[in-house]
């Protein structure tokens, strides 16, 4: 089993910044893609950006430009550098885990709250 654990959300002003970071624990060899979706109210969660174990990332196209994704392997830590922040970036965002590079997300954090102020 893989536990997810995020920190860093928050309250911050439109066009201000913030820095998510989801660190894993128990049996972490088995991780390989890792990515941050996020659900707002009354919406589903979607995709923000995903970064396979090689380092490939893919982002939403609403946060192309603004958003980075990154791991650091040796501290089994996800990041996602938001920045440009706009109103509708507010949301639950997630950290989820995959086994594999193409397959499901199989293991999903508790979420912390983005709230973006206008």
């Known amino acids: 089993q893989v536990q997810l654990v995020e920190f860093g959300g928050g309250l911050v002003q439109a066009g201000g910044s913030l820095r998510l970071s989801c660190t894993a624990s128990?049996?972490?060899?088995?991780?390989?893609?890792m990515g941050w979706f996020r659900q707002a109210p009354g919406k589903q969660r979607g995709l923000v950006a995903t970064?396979?174990?090689?380092?490939?990332?893919n982002y939403a196209d609403s946060v192309k430009g603004r958003f980075t994704i990154s791991r650091d392997n040796a501290k089994n830590t996800v990041y996602l550098q938001m920045n440009s922040l706009k109103p509708e970036d507010t949301a639950v965002y997630y950290c989820?885990?995959?086994?594999?590079?193409?397959?499901?997300?199989?293991?999903w954090g508790q979420g912390t709250q983005v709230t973006v102020s206008s």
């Open positions: 989820a885990a995959g086994t594999s590079d193409f397959g499901p997300y199989i293991y």
């Open positions: 128990g049996s972490v060899f088995n991780i390989n893609r």
């Open positions: 970064i396979t174990s090689g380092g490939s990332t």
